[in-house]
């Protein structure tokens, strides 16, 4: 049986109180709609509109994204949750390849690639699926520390980030 969501501040005019609503909605609306989210759960504290609310005047920075995977979780919760830049959030998709993530056929072998953003960033050629994907791998650890280097005014995101660059 699926959890009723409750707007428990329907008609009170408080501060963000819309877009903090249209971030509600969304999440909700993937979770149940989007067989991609079907292993995604939310908390049930979440499920009453205040609680998430609270949090998101606590937590939300301008232009962000909410991201639940950053952190470890497959929750939508306050414990999973924080707010990213765009760039750090596409970071954490998954992105399907028929080879290992972030290596290419070219015509010398298995190139280790990635975008970042815009930019295409390229970190040779090997002989082997596996060399590819290891350059690959040090590659995005390499941007994801000078990520989090950019975002040192943000601690939480810094320290996450920080971490997942080792």
Wanted: some cysteine; glycine content about 6%; proline content about 4%.
């Amino acid at each position: 049986m699926k959890k009723e969501k409750i707007n428990d501040l329907k008609g009170q005019t408080l501060p963000r109180v819309k877009e903090a609503l249209r971030v509600w909605n969304n999440y909700h609306s993937r979770v149940r709609n989007d067989r991609n989210y079907s292993t995604v759960t939310i908390c049930d504290e979440w499920y009453l509109f205040s609680n998430f609310y609270y949090w998101y005047i606590d937590n939300v920075v301008d232009g962000w994204h909410l991201d639940k995977d950053i952190l470890g979780g497959n929750e939508y919760s306050p414990d999973n949750c924080i707010f990213v830049p765009r760039e750090v959030n596409q970071l954490f998709r998954k992105v399907p390849t028929s080879l290992s993530t972030g290596v290419v056929v070219n015509h010398k072998g298995y190139q280790a690639q990635a975008k970042f953003g815009k930019r295409v960033y390229k970190f040779g050629t090997y002989p082997t699926i596996e060399e590819a994907h290891a350059a690959y791998v040090s590659g995005r650890k390499s941007y994801i520390y000078k990520l989090s280097q950019k975002y040192k005014a943000y601690p939480k995101l810094s320290a996450v980030l920080l971490q997942k660059s080792k």
